[in-house]
């Protein structure tokens, strides 16, 4: 907690924070100071030169500036104010001000408000050009360099934000510009398409190619014309001053008010949980704008938060229900495609009982969606055969937390992950995953001294950022985590209080760990001891641990024990039940989090309230009025087998491709072809829709109103963006307008009705309202009856009765497929940056689409060696369910004999799930996607390459400490204002 | 039950909007040269360009006016009463201005003052009301 200081300013008193940043200070207590670069989230940058007050007497830049008491600040001094001028005139002679006929003036463009708000009648320096192209090379923005008032907002963002480390200024330059790569086109750099750059920028110099021509009444105006317009109006500057002209723009902004909506909504690409503005106008989308208050990402985003968004409005989105008639599809009208569906629902309950029928739900769709699909399950039909696609990602996970504290979900907030001593990432590309987690690991890694150890078959990004890399043979982290573990008590390096104190099992656990010496590991892992003991050594000597996994962890066949392995790691390092650190298994979808919380499983009514626990049960059917079934239902996985046992007859599946995300992908194939009913709801007609006999349009995120849960167990509210596409649906109204069909009477009108309900019935979302989730604000679970919530988990004890962890022993039994002679490499998978998944979504969004066009295998350089392959030979790979046909990617991130498909697929004939097996996590049924052994025949040695080389992995990385303002201050033609410049220097 | 079946869905086709309709009207008028004649005479001195106001206040010139309007007219959201309250606060900030910017010993003020650049601005302010007015047309 800081310490309260005062300060005077302008003569009067004020109470700040110590060590408080002197322009944060100002902007709290409401007085004016301009600050074009200063960013509260970037921190000072110091180029601009708008900022200067007198301090004790002495002219300083206040965003340099901590405040540690007793200060007598002038800002309103003649010497400050001529300073800060100067700064703004130099900013000037950088950029044009044509405001109403240009796309940023929108009220929030920094360089007008500050400029009107400055007063400034003349411009003492005219505009002069950098005499460097628009570069409009990258798909997703373009960089105008007569506009950049060279501040370094973007570097500083894509330097130390993102941490990408692309954008640069070389003030060594006769004309610094802002620079790719050292100097490449935008396009053709390394830029990953973020967004950081374009969203810090403070005017039009770098702008979302969305936004041109659209955002303002007159910038659609060719430019052969708008240059006249500009020019007549730069004449007739000194004749009606510029105050004149800055209103009329001003008014142009105003007007823009009236036909650009800005509605605050949540990604709904992983799980990180992004919020944002969405800019749109009519349906067109102008830009994702992430705010400050975003509580999850801030001003951060990935490429497909804020630019792949084009799926919404694509002409192949579904608008009307289809119906199978003999081999084709028939457009049907709601009624009849409703009355279909219902009358067949009710043919097989009372032929076969509730329990031959089978429900599915989406982690695309809101939690009021997933609540309404366990109750139309439960309470409309009688069946607990009600899943969710955490199945096949994330539920070893949840198995692992559970077993072990108690509580399914990350046990801290992406906070606590910034503020953690040492991060352990282990089976995630993170950077890549979830890019906005990333970047805070990054940030924290780069400037802050945060150790990041890093396990993981291939070299991604994160690995080569980390202090400490681990490759460990496939499936073997269970090893290398006990062993770690083992050698930390052994050599009393672990939190004796805390275990003692807070932990149930301890003698049992350790007499589990026998097996796991440094030999045995270093021999099953195929690591080097020192390695091991490196890991170990690191993790004793941090303060604080923070541990990110994902499905390089749950989906193996032992994905719930190697979780329970991470979590069993933690309690012994007593790393639970503080901030900055915990157990962080990362959440792949947008609401994966909140499907499993709000119900759509098997074994749990909403909030993980057991369907054998009687009270539960009498709690939900007084409230809805029917004898709930008693016992678990059928997962994902068993519901397959259930259809070719002929036990499943009918299957209403959400939000889902299925077909081609669930492992084995012929044999689900062949399951859906003998389903009596199998009714698909989406909004593209997907490769599982193919097998359908009814489907269903349903609506996206933007079209609906409802709830999200993040990674965290952050609920956050998402609001109405667009009209539902034609005869499209929200899912929520879909699944109402179905109850009724089958007889139910929910008379939901909003989804806040729905969550209200969910909340009366489910003791941690007892505090859950729409009434606390207005605007960017939040929840995470459990959340109390009157609103408070739970950013730290454990701090008043673990999820269990008595408040103890358990220690959970564990064996390793090893892997349920390896290579051998014949299939003798192991195929890892998983996502790319771009794609989301399957890429039903990112491939309608061209720009994502032309850099990668394709799925594609990466071979490591000495395979590639070995079998004559090279960037785009066409390979063929076999295992042992089918067989693909992709192009090569020849890489260091991959070695030996570990090959890498991204599961992305443009068609199902190059779908990964095509090579995957049936065989599963023993304890949750995820499909061990992870463990799969493949033969490679290359079938054209010469090829083009999958990957365009303008793809952001050829491009050349430029790490800098930042912007290196005091470089600028070097050159010659600098002098500290307020001196103004010589005009032969300009 | 049933085997995979292939569908193409009829090209969903999204009704052009008001600000489709907008853009389109303005690509028109910027095909046909009227829009670049009249602003590459504008450009040249902003005597010219009272000249220009001064005869947009005819009957021909009305007629370019009212398409320029339906431009406006097509966004829907604008009507003559929010269009009012702009101009009225862009008179009313200009004013603010003039008092408490300008120097008065600049030149800048002398040519506020000059009767050409008070004739333009009052052109403007009446071109911006029949704009609105014209956006409230049954037939734009």
Not at chain 1, 181 to 210: I, R, W, Y
Not at chain 1, 406 to 411: I, L
Not at chain 1, 451 to 468: N, P, S, T
Not at chain 2, 73 to 99: C, N, P, Q, Y
């Amino acid at each position: 907690m800081a310490k309260d200081i005062t300060v005077t300013v302008d003569g009067v008193e004020f109470t700040a924070n110590e060590g408080e940043n002197l322009v944060s200070f100002l902007r709290r207590i409401d007085v004016y100071l301009p600050s074009i670069c200063f960013n509260d989230i970037l921190g000072p940058i110091k180029t601009c030169d708008t900022c200067f007050v007198v301090i004790d007497d002495q002219l300083q830049r206040a965003c340099d500036y901590r405040l540690c008491g007793s200060e007598r600040i002038k800002v309103n001094d003649s010497h400050a104010a001529e300073a800060r001028e100067e700064g703004m005139q130099r900013i000037l002679e950088n950029h044009d001000l044509y405001c109403t006929v240009c796309e940023n003036n929108n009220g929030n463009c920094i360089v007008h408000n500050t400029f009107s708000a400055m007063e400034i009648s003349e411009l003492e320096y005219p505009h002069r050009t950098k005499g460097f192209e628009v570069d409009s090379s990258h798909p997703f923005y373009r960089y105008d360099p007569d506009q950049c008032i060279l501040c370094g907002r973007c570097v500083e963002a894509c330097q130390n934000l993102q941490v990408n480390e692309t954008l640069s200024i070389d003030w060594s330059q006769s004309q610094p510009r802002v620079l790719w790569d050292g100097g490449v086109p935008a396009g053709s750099s390394s830029c990953v398409g973020c967004g950081h750059c374009v969203t810090v920028c403070p005017c039009n110099a770098l702008m979302e190619k969305s936004m041109l021509g659209e955002a303002g009444l007159l910038t659609s105006i060719s430019a052969e014309v708008k240059k006249p317009l500009i020019s007549l109006t730069k004449a007739l500057e000194p004749a009606v001053g510029i105050s004149a002209i800055l209103s009329l723009s001003e008014a142009e902004a105003r007007l823009r008010e009236h036909q650009i909506r800005r509605t605050k909504t949540v990604c709904t690409y992983c799980g990180v949980g992004c919020s944002f503005e969405m800019w749109t106008k009519g349906r067109k989308i102008l830009k994702v704008e992430p705010t400050p208050e975003g509580p999850a990402n801030q001003i951060s985003t990935c490429v497909k938060g804020k630019f792949g968004w084009d799926y919404v409005n694509s002409e192949e989105r579904l608008t009307q229900p289809l119906i199978r008639r003999g081999d084709h599809f028939v457009e049907a009208s709601w009624e009849e495609a409703l009355g279909f569906v219902a009358k067949k629902i009710a043919e097989i309950k009372d032929h076969s009982g509730p329990d031959a029928l089978g429900f599915i739900s989406s982690s695309k769709c809101t939690n009021e969606e997933s609540y309404l699909m366990q109750k139309l399950a439960r309470q409309v039909v009688g069946t607990n055969n009600v899943d969710n696609c955490s199945r096949y990602c994330q539920s070893p996970a949840t198995m692992g937390l559970f077993r072990t504290v108690g509580v399914g979900g990350d046990s801290g907030s992406i906070s606590d992950i910034a503020s953690a001593d040492m991060v352990l990432i282990i089976g995630s590309n993170t950077a890549e995953s979830h890019p906005v987690i990333a970047t805070r690991v990054k940030r924290a890694h780069k400037l802050f001294g945060q150790k990041l150890a890093v396990v993981d078959l291939r070299r991604h990004e994160m690995a080569e950022r980390a202090d400490l890399f681990i490759s460990p043979k496939p499936g073997t982290d269970l090893v290398l985590l006990s062993a770690v573990t083992k050698y930390l008590i052994d050599n009393d390096l672990y939190a004796k209080s805390f275990v003692e104190e807070n932990t149930l099992g301890f003698d049992q656990y350790v007499k589990s760990l026998e097996p796991f010496s440094l030999d045995y590991a270093s021999e099953v892992c195929g690591l080097d001891i020192s390695s091991i003991i490196s890991l170990a050594e690191m993790i004793s000597s941090s303060s604080s641990l923070a541990v990110l996994w994902a499905m390089g962890v749950t989906q193996h066949q032992r994905g719930s024990d190697t979780s329970t392995a991470i979590s069993n790691l933690l309690l012994v390092t007593g790393n639970y039940a503080k901030k900055g650190c915990g157990a962080y298994p990362l959440r792949g979808h947008n609401n994966v989090q909140g499907a499993s919380d709000f119900g759509s499983m098997p074994n749990n009514l909403p909030g993980y309230q057991s369907v054998d626990d009687q009270e539960v049960r009498e709690r939900f059917e007084a409230a809805w009025g029917v004898e709930l079934p008693k016992t678990k239902g059928l997962d994902n996985h068993e519901m397959v087998d259930a259809i070719y046992e002929g036990k499943l007859r009918g299957l209403y599946l959400i939000g889902e491709d299925m077909g081609l995300v669930d492992s084995n992908a012929s044999f689900v194939h062949g399951a859906f072809e003998k389903l009596d009913l199998f009714v698909v709801q989406d909004i593209f007609f997907s490769d599982t829709a193919a097998y359908a006999d009814v489907i269903l349009p349903a609506s996206p995120s933007l079209e609906k109103e409802g709830t999200f849960t993040n990674t965290e167990r952050r609920i956050q509210k998402i609001n109405q963006v667009l009209s539902p596409l034609g005869q499209s649906r929200p899912d929520w109204q879909i699944i109402c307008d179905l109850a009724s069909a089958l007889g139910a009477k929910w008379n939901y009108e909003t989804p806040a009705e729905i969550m209200d309900e969910a909340a009366m019935l489910t003791p941690i979302f007892a505090g859950v309202s729409y009434d606390h989730l207005e605007g960017f604000s939040s929840l995470q679970w459990p959340v109390a009856k009157d609103g408070t919530d739970t950013p730290v988990l454990f701090l008043d004890g673990f999820g269990f009765e008595d408040k103890k962890a358990r220690l959970w022993p564990l064996v390793y039994e090893g892997v349920s497929e390896e290579p051998d002679d014949e299939y003798d490499l192991h195929l890892n998978n998983g996502r790319l940056l771009e794609h989301f998944h399957e890429g039903n979504m990112t491939y309608k969004t061209q720009g994502i689409k032309e850099r990668t066009p394709s799925t594609f295998v990466e071979v490591s350089t000495e395979l590639a060696k070995e079998r004559g392959v090279k960037d785009g030979s066409l390979v063929r790979l076999v295992s042992r369910r089918g067989a693909v046909k992709v192009r090569a990617v020849v890489t260091d991130r991959v070695q030996g004999k570990q090959l890498y498909m991204p599961m992305n697929s443009s068609s199902n004939e190059q779908a990964i799930n095509v090579l995957t097996s049936s065989h599963t996590d023993v304890a949750t049924h995820t499909p061990a996607y992870k463990e799969l052994a493949v033969k490679m025949e290359v079938l054209e040695k010469e090829g083009r390459s999958p990957l365009p080389r303008n793809n952001f992995r050829y491009g050349k990385r430029t790490p800098y400490p930042g912007v290196m303002v005091e470089k600028k201050w070097l050159r010659s033609d600098y002098v500290a204002p307020p001196v103004r410049r010589k005009k032969e220097v300009r | 039950m049933g085997k995979a079946l292939q569908y193409r869905s009829p090209r969903t086709h999204i009704e052009p909007d008001a600000h489709m309709k907008l853009e389109l009207i303005l690509q028109r008028l910027s095909e046909s040269g009227a829009l670049d004649k009249i602003l590459l005479l504008l450009e040249r001195s902003s005597v010219a360009s009272a000249y220009l106001l001064e005869r947009a206040d005819t009957d021909s010139g009305r007629e370019r006016v009212t398409n320029v309007a339906q431009l406006l007219g097509a966004l829907g959201s604008i009507d003559a009463v929010r269009l009012k309250k702009v101009t009225s606060m862009l008179l009313g900030s200009v004013g603010e201005r003039r008092t408490q910017v300008v120097p008065p010993l600049r030149v800048t003020l002398k040519r506020l003052l000059s009767p050409e650049v008070k004739r333009g601005v009052a052109l403007l302010v009446d071109l911006l009301a029949v704009l609105g007015d014209a956006s409230q047309s049954p037939d734009v």
